[in-house]
């Protein structure tokens, strides 16, 4: 038992160091920054295809999570009850999660990860990787996690960042109304 308190105090600063649920910020606090006019990155995912961000023309959300950060399964779950219930994803906005310093690997287990039960997959949008994590570092300077951001071309040219919690009724706002 000793053994396990030990490295339980060890790890928790490393896992809750880039989560949102860590000392750095409270689940609870949201940032609201003005960050660039537009996105601009490449997303690679498991099937081998990309996103190049630069040339999205739909509201795109984009959830920086790691693969150890609670707060990030919570609010992605919260996302998969939301959309369950519209029947599906919105046919005019883009959803996607980039797993910052995580592998294609990791990125699949991720979507399971997210319900209680990890036999199937319950998160329904595309879930990708930057392998050097430039996305991140640029769109999420504090390097908290979850880390959401939003952007429409249609509206004000400005990319939004939040942390910590976010209502997606929120998300909606700022990219328009979804189309389900």
């Known amino acids: 038992m000793g053994n396990l308190r030990f490295v339980a105090l060890i790890l928790f600063p490393f896992v809750f160091s880039a989560c949102g649920s860590g ?28 996103m190049n961000l630069g040339q999205q023309t739909d509201p795109v959300v984009l959830m920086f999570a790691t693969y150890t950060c609670i707060s990030c399964k919570e609010e992605a779950f919260k996302m998969v009850e939301f959309f369950r219930s519209k029947g599906g994803l919105p046919a005019n906005a883009k959803i996607v999660t980039v797993l910052a310093g995580s592998g294609f690997s990791s990125a699949e287990k991720w979507k399971n990860k997210v319900c209680e039960d990890e036999s199937t997959p319950c998160v329904t949008w595309p879930v990708g990787v930057n392998d050097d994590n430039s996305l991140f570092n640029t769109y999420c300077p504090d390097h908290l996690t979850p880390c959401v951001l939003t952007h429409n071309l249609s509206r004000a040219p400005t990319l939004i960042q939040r942390t910590g919690h976010v209502a997606i009724e929120d998300l909606e706002k700022e990219t328009g109304p979804w189309l389900y």
């Open 23 to 50: 000392l750095a910020t409270s689940y609870g606090e949201e940032k609201e920054r003005a960050r660039a006019s537009s996105l601009a990155g490449v997303i690679d995912f498991a099937d081998g295809s990309q």
